[in-house]
Antibody
Framework: EVQLVESGGGLVQPGGSLRLSCAAS????????MSWVRQAPGKGLEWVAN????????YYVDSVKGRFTISRDNAKNSLYLQMNSLRAEDTAVYYC??????????????????WGKGTTVTVSS | EIVLTQSPGTLSLSPGERATLSCRAS???????LAWYQQRPGQAPRLLIY???SRATGIPDRFSGSGSGTDFTLTISRLEPEDFAVYYC??????????FGQGTKLEIK
């Protein structure tokens, strides 16, 4: 079964740090881009960051640049998100998602086809 | 940055009815870059449609997507009780790499 399981969420004070993990199973993890997507309480979805198969390319939404770092360990089938200098506005459920890209009929298709259940991060004093 | 605007914000319909959800982009988007997701309460998002019109694996054929350029539509032909949820469109771009619409809540009338 294709599965993603996030962990590492919790309550942290403003300015603190947290490291999220995502364990992948049921597919060849090293063959896929991976993304983190978050959802603040009662709000919509926001893409946070993604990483190429070999870790050589990483991209971030502006609001987390310089504070968050995405990484992966293909030997452990794991994705990570190191979050530093956390702010109240980072409070959200963080989802790990498989960031799929396929080529078909001379076009590239981009979509997130596998999602974890999420881990909750609360930034509060 | 391309902004996706979904309408209506809330759609109230009865089971068996047809639902039409709209996603409008602030600039033209390649159809292959446009996806739709469903999120039921307390659950993770689920991919429904990619490439504007291709159903994801296991998605019932009552779900269909259409559109091009700046206007895209998700249609649910005959609503089932499990279809009442929030729906998001998403596009792949440059910076940020992905953006989502604000969502349409489909509720039971």
């Amino acid at each position: 079964e294709v599965q993603l399981v996030e962990s590492g969420g919790g309550l942290v004070q403003p300015g603190g740090s947290l490291r999220l993990s995502c364990a992948a199973s049921g597919f060849t993890f090293s063959s896929y881009w991976m993304s983190w997507v978050r959802q603040a309480p009662g709000k919509g979805l926001e893409w946070v960051a993604n990483i190429k198969q070999d870790g050589s390319e990483k991209y971030y939404v502006d609001s987390v640049k310089g504070r968050f770092t995405i990484s992966r360990d293909n030997a452990k089938n794991s994705l990570y998100l190191q979050m530093n200098s956390l702010r109240a506005e980072d409070t959200a459920v963080y989802y790990c998602a498989r960031d799929n890209r396929i080529s078909r009929y001379y076009s590239y298709y981009y979509y997130m086809d596998v999602w974890g259940k999420g881990t909750t991060v609360t930034v509060s004093s | 940055e391309i902004v996706l605007t979904q309408s209506p914000g809330t759609l109230s319909l009865s089971p068996g009815e047809r639902a039409t959800l709209s996603c409008r982009a602030s600039q033209s988007v390649s159809s292959s870059y446009l996806a739709w997701y469903q999120q039921r309460p307390g659950q993770a998002p689920r991919l429904l449609i990619y490439g504007a019109s291709s159903r994801a694996t296991g998605i019932p054929d009552r779900f269909s997507g259409s559109g091009s350029g700046t206007d895209f539509t998700l249609t649910i032909s005959r609503l089932e009780p499990e279809d009442f949820a929030v729906y998001y469109c998403q596009q792949y771009g440059s910076s940020p790499m992905y953006t989502f619409g604000q969502g349409t809540k489909l509720e039971i009338k």
